[in-house]
């Protein structure tokens, strides 16, 4: 399905811009020409939805909609539903980090605002425009804006702690919220509307470039979401709503408690009989917005670790069937051919490998997990497959110049005696053996390429706060090492879309 190609992974708020968070805005435009310029086709980019407890884009409050935050208000100026003063900021927000709740009390009040202004205006394109989107999502659409609409009622309580008759969405119940909460319906529809509008535009110029982005769909979703909340019946819960299980994974090296997830459970017997509709219709959306999709947590397709409600931790879990092969022919049977990348990484057993070989999906391979051990590691270029995508390291590890550093000294000879370097600039040999592998598809972090310490990492797995904050402050310092990357890139023949039929050029 691939051809040789490689890319950058960025997410959206890790963009500079003026107003606190990466966005829509002119930067993303101007890293896309970053890009085209280094010779990248391939732009991957976290989860789009807006972002839940601690701040995380992997526990969204919907699989469907988009993160407010990202909206640039200067691309509302520019259609004329702000000022100028709306953009303009008195005391000036970091650059290097995300100030989430201040961004959002700034973004909330001008999107208010931008929506009167919306309400008050004749302008038929918009509106017409406005109405096509809802019509084309109110499948998802009408569910997540009662949601976050009755979310704002209640003080942003869960909606676990919801009256009775909403919480269990009685229709009388949701008919009274729908009147009652209409205003902040519309407004919360029109939030959408505008992410969706704007993340089209950028998209569309991605692909003119010969840019495709990777998006990335979690396997599992919040609790506390649209999706579970307006789905119950899709997963595995109590008459109440709460989970009688819970995700996650097994002790092992790294853990002796193992990961406690949290997050429900399928009830994958019920979604097999009615065709997986609910996955369905979240990977269409996914694709509607992405070109290709990375799926997080691959191996509980083909068995997942279920923790009993109640447990502290992830010690007293079983192994439970996933859906298999069946899932996704019966997705794909649905909603066409999948451009997937699968996430495989950890302790893999063979049931897993089986399935992803006989699905015929690329799986990942990093290269911060390759050294320490003998010639056999399966992360090691020498033993990768071209049916697979590489990367220097992924969102959850340090970045590569961190990871070296904390090295000890025996893996730190190992690392300097295979990439045949001495050291100084392990971020770029890295970067080296990924493009030169045999992988169909390579990716390094924009923290990789700039050789940024730990200072810069993204997430911490299993640390609750002060994740996902980190901004690059300027395009500058990637625009002084698109030479460098774009060398690399036509040396090792990656100078090509992921897809045959890309259109653009870069």
């Known amino acids: 399905m691939y051809q040789r190609s490689s890319g950058l992974l960025c997410h959206i708020t890790s963009l500079p811009g003026p107003h606190g968070i990466g966005g829509l805005g002119d930067e993303a435009f101007r890293f896309i020409d970053v890009l085209r310029s280094a010779e990248q086709h391939l732009w991957q980019v976290l989860p789009l939805g807006p972002a839940g407890g601690g701040d995380s884009p992997y526990d969204s409050r919907s699989s469907y909609a988009g993160n407010p935050m990202m909206i640039s208000m200067t691309r509302l100026r520019d259609a004329g539903l702000l000022d100028d003063g709306d953009v303009s900021v008195n005391t000036p927000f970091r650059d290097d980090r995300v100030e989430f709740r201040r961004v959002e009390r700034w973004k909330g009040r001008r999107l208010r605002k931008a929506f009167e202004r919306f309400c008050a205006s004749d302008r038929k394109q918009l509106q017409d425009e406005y109405d096509a989107f809802h019509a084309a999502n ?31 969405r009685e229709a009388t119940e949701i008919d009274s919220a729908r009147k009652h909460l209409a205003d902040e319906i519309a407004f919360q529809s029109f939030v959408q509307f505008v992410f969706d509008y704007q993340w089209r535009q950028l998209k569309q ?137 699968v996430e495989d990484l950890g302790v893999i057993t063979p049931d897993v490998d089986r399935l992803r070989e006989e699905l015929g999906y690329p799986g990942m391979n990093v290269l911060q997990f390759a050294f320490g051990d003998d010639a056999s590691n399966p992360y090691l270029p020498h033993n990768a497959t071209p049916n697979s995508m590489v990367y220097t390291g992924t969102h959850d590890n340090d970045t590569t110049a961190g990871w070296y550093r904390s090295l000890p000294e025996p893996e730190k000879r190992h690392v300097r005696k295979y990439l045949r370097t001495r050291g100084e600039s392990v971020h770029r040999d890295m970067i080296r053996a990924a493009w030169g592998g045999v992988s169909v598809l390579a990716c390094a972090p924009v923290q990789d390429l700039l050789g940024l310490g730990n200072d810069a990492r993204m997430n911490v797995p299993g640390k609750a706060r002060g994740n996902w904050g980190w901004r690059l402050q300027t395009l500058e310092p990637l625009r002084r090492r698109r030479e460098f990357l774009g060398d690399l890139t036509t040396l090792f023949g990656r100078d090509q879309a992921p897809f045959p039929d890309q259109t653009g050029s870069a």
């Not at 509709?277 to 509607?288: D, G, H, Y």
């Not at 917005?289 to 083909?302: E, K, N, Q, S, Y």
Request: charged share 25%; hydrophobic share 40%.
């Open 205 to 341: 110029y991605a692909n003119e470039c010969g840019v495709s982005i990777m998006g990335d769909i979690p396997i599992y979703v919040a609790l506390d979401s649209a999706d579970v909340w307006a789905h119950q019946d899709q997963f595995l819960l109590d008459p109440d709503g709460r989970p009688t299980v819970q995700a996650g994974v097994p002790p092992d090296l790294f853990s002796s408690d193992g990961q406690l997830w949290g997050n429900p459970v399928y009830d994958w017997d019920l979604m097999s009989r009615d065709g997986y509709t609910w996955w369905a219709s979240r990977i269409q959306r996914v694709l509607e917005l992405t070109d290709i999709v990375r799926i997080d947590h691959f191996r509980g397709f083909a068995a997942g670790w279920q923790v009993p409600a109640g447990e502290k931790t992830a010690r007293n879990g079983t192994w439970e069937p996933g859906p298999g092969r069946a899932f996704f022919e019966t997705v794909q049977d649905r909603i066409g051919e999948m451009p997937i990348i």
């Open 138 to 168: 109110a499948e998802w659409l009408d569910d997540f804006t009662l949601y976050q609409s009755l979310r704002e009622a209640h003080d942003g309580k869960a909606w676990l702690r919801w009256p009775a008759g909403l919480r269990n």
